[in-house]
């Protein structure tokens, strides 16, 4: 395909781009639409591979069958056989009438299985079956039936990873890589970055009733050496931010203003954590579990002086001496305490700075260490009732507040929907 029929599908489906990775991934989608073969597309979370199955579905001679997507990773392990190849009357309790599958209700269409990754083993093996032949039974029944459907798929992660570590069938695989399509990350389609953020923020200026913004040319080149981790979706959610904070729109938004949304403020510890976890410069860095170590080290030793300053109150009060005869075991440990200058302590501006050529030497502390491993075994052990009677009680106030819709109490608990079926099944909520 030459660049201006290329340029005419962009123009249909509102894709803004004209990167060489973007402009060869549209040319592959446009070849295979016309055949029937079964498309896998791969790229980052938030590039944009739904334009491509869509893309696919109507430039084939199944655009005017039905089209579906499913997120495979939403759906929960123990429904998602019967949302994609239906039901029998009574197949499972709940089941109260027969249902049909997505794989029938899209016969003669295209289904997009997005997140395929995350599809269950078992689901996988009846997915592979519907591909090489068309047959499907549903949950419940033994009679076979056939659909033709077209599946595009897609992912976010690596399937060979996942066949090597026995998460994704082999064959599957290879059935779905028929043809494959690769969608390229925002970072690595240059100039797009500052179209797309210009459509974005014309689009919203329109919606919100403001004037647009604009860049100027060293916040221009901010934009376009950003990693952009979240692909399109971050650059969108961005350019809205921008749109409905900054009120001044005269003025070009300059580099350090444009840096404040790219890199929000982080509480300080966390920032520490990361600046240290992320100090590529240096020959080595401290683990987190000795960061762990060091703040067990300093509440160890705050504890030890709390326990003095309290035995010289003590000591100095009229029955304070029968006091400590009661609790002599509380104070007994600081008999043989070494001094609090001895313990290991990083400076705050230690944490921000490069970190040193060598880890922080914990040999001298090992006794201290050892006993601290015990102690947070102990109490992990001792919690571990409590913090699962607190989980059970949050899913279930979720749920009544939600008046048990699992889409809604999911979302108020900051978990997916999958996740949330799975606790209800492990706590044995009753709905």
Do not use: W
């Not at 953020?197 to 919203?204: A, Q």
């Amino acid at each position: 395909m030459d660049l201006a029929e290329i340029q005419a599908i962009k123009n249909r489906f509102g894709i803004i781009g004209t990167s060489p990775g973007l402009n060869h991934a549209i040319n592959v989608g446009v070849q295979v639409a016309a055949t029937d073969l079964t498309v896998l597309i791969t790229g980052e979370s938030g590039s944009g591979k739904e334009s491509f199955s869509k893309i696919i579905h109507s430039l084939s001679s199944r655009k005017h069958g039905p089209f579906i997507a499913i997120n495979c990773g939403a759906i929960p392990e123990g429904t998602i056989d019967s949302e994609l190849f239906g039901h029998e009357k009574g197949a499972f309790t709940g089941a109260l009438d027969s249902r049909k599958g997505y794989f029938e209700t899209t016969n003669s269409g295209t289904i997009f299985l997005d997140e395929v990754g995350e599809m269950p083993l078992g689901t996988q093996s009846r997915l592979l079956r519907v591909l090489e032949n068309g047959e499907y039974i549903r949950v419940g029944s033994s009679k076979v039936m056939k659909t033709n459907v077209r599946v595009v798929a897609a992912t976010n992660v690596n399937l060979l990873d996942a066949v090597n570590n026995g998460k994704f069938r082999e064959d599957l695989y290879y059935r779905l890589n028929t043809v494959p399509i690769y969608v390229p990350p925002l970072r690595d389609r240059g100039e797009d970055i500052l179209l797309l953020f210009r459509k974005f923020t014309n689009d919203f200026s329109e919606r919100y009733r403001t004037k647009p913004v604009r860049l100027d040319v060293d916040s221009r080149d901010l934009l376009m050496q950003y990693a952009f981790p979240g692909n399109i979706r971050q650059l969108k959610n961005i350019a809205e931010q921008i749109t409905i904070l900054e009120t001044d729109k005269e003025l070009p938004i300059s580099r350090e203003t444009l840096n404040n949304y790219l890199n929000p403020v982080q509480p300080a510890g966390r920032k520490a954590l990361i600046t240290l976890r992320n100090g590529e410069d240096s020959a080595s860095s401290f683990s987190e579990r000795e960061l762990l170590y060091k703040v067990l080290f300093d509440m160890r030793r705050d504890m030890t002086e709390l326990k003095k300053l309290v035995r010289n109150v003590l000591e100095n009060e009229k029955y304070g001496g029968e006091i400590l005869k009661d609790h002599q075991e509380l104070f007994s440990s600081l008999n043989n305490v070494e001094p609090a200058s001895h313990t290991p302590t990083i400076e705050p501006a230690r944490l921000l700075s490069p970190v040193p050529s060598r880890t922080v030497d914990l040999d001298r502390y090992s006794d201290e260490r050892s006993e601290i491993e015990d102690v947070v075994h102990v109490t992990a052990e001792e919690e571990s009732l409590s913090l699962e009677d607190k989980e059970k009680e949050m899913i279930i106030k979720a749920l009544r507040k939600n008046n048990n819709k699992r889409k809604y109490a999911a979302s108020a608990l900051g978990i997916s929907e999958r996740t949330l079926y799975r606790k209800i099944k492990q706590y044995d909520i009753e709905e």
